[in-house]
């Protein structure tokens, strides 16, 4: 019930608020207006927690920026390494590293036995570049990856001169504990079915910890700030990408 003055002042005041709840809801826009100026505000945070933490940092709006900024890091001639990843695939930069005049190192994708996949691991680690994306990055700058055989996750921070990072809004979280949540929860169960793993999240969709061979959560690492001796760029990008 409203209660209402000699003015009428809560009858305006209710009024304003269902035109203007109507106006939203109506307009298919409105809604993804606001959580676009959600996701913004969110990114805006991110992004000055990870140069605080000594992170290069920025935010594009959409995935052709976020190509843009990437390929404009990479020199020419230069030794590219990259990590398994949907949201690299996802931007057309693994499409659009295939017509410059660089030395790219897809061990996932070149490799034909075990062990050239392993040799091109090895020589990942001397890239100028490492390619990858995240798999959540917290409002207080810092990022979390959980892998199978620590490829990707080692050599964000060690060996190559420069890693850049790829991220959508849609892996931005409050804290670790989040961050860890999201993993388990929604990111590896799909990860695991998307590589055709033989684990029982894969049959119920739900993580058991378990300690199956095929497991894809065996190495969990936080960059909590930027490694000593490896520059480190974050993409954040305005749309949902990736798992």
């Not at 990858?132 to 620590?150: C, F, I, M, W």
């Not at 080692?154 to 979280?173: A, E, S």
């Not at 993580?207 to 960059?223: A, E, F, G, W």
């Amino acid at each position: 019930m409203i209660r209402n003055d000699s003015n009428g002042s809560a009858f305006n005041e209710y009024w304003i608020y269902s035109v203007t709840f109507v106006q939203f809801t109506n307009r298919g826009a409105g809604m993804e207006q606001l959580e676009r100026w959600f996701r913004e505000k969110q990114a805006e945070r991110t992004v000055n927690a990870l140069k605080k933490n000594n992170f290069e940092a920025l935010y594009v709006s959409d995935s052709k920026a976020a190509l843009e900024e990437v390929m404009k890091r990479i020199p020419d001639e230069a030794t590219v390494g990259a990590g398994g990843s949907v949201t690299l695939t996802q931007i057309g930069l693994l499409d659009a590293l295939k017509n410059r005049k660089i030395q790219l190192i897809l061990p996932l994708l070149q490799a034909r036995t075990v062990e050239e996949r392993l040799e091109l691991i090895r020589k990942s680690f001397l890239a100028d570049v490492f390619l990858s994306s995240t798999n959540a990055v917290t409002e207080d700058g810092r990022l979390y990856n959980v892998d199978a055989t620590g490829n990707r996750v080692g050599t964000m921070f060690i060996g190559p001169k420069k890693t850049i990072i790829v991220c959508g809004v849609n892996k931005m979280v409050k804290d670790l504990e989040a961050a860890e949540k999201r993993v388990r929860e929604w990111a590896a169960p799909q990860n695991a079915k998307r590589l055709g793993r033989k684990t029982p999240c894969v049959e119920t969709g739900v993580c058991s910890d378990c300690s199956s061979p095929d497991r894809i959560c065996n190495i969990y690492v936080t960059l909590a700030k930027k490694p000593a001796r490896t520059e480190v760029v974050v993409i954040l990008v305005g749309e949902n990408l990736g798992i």
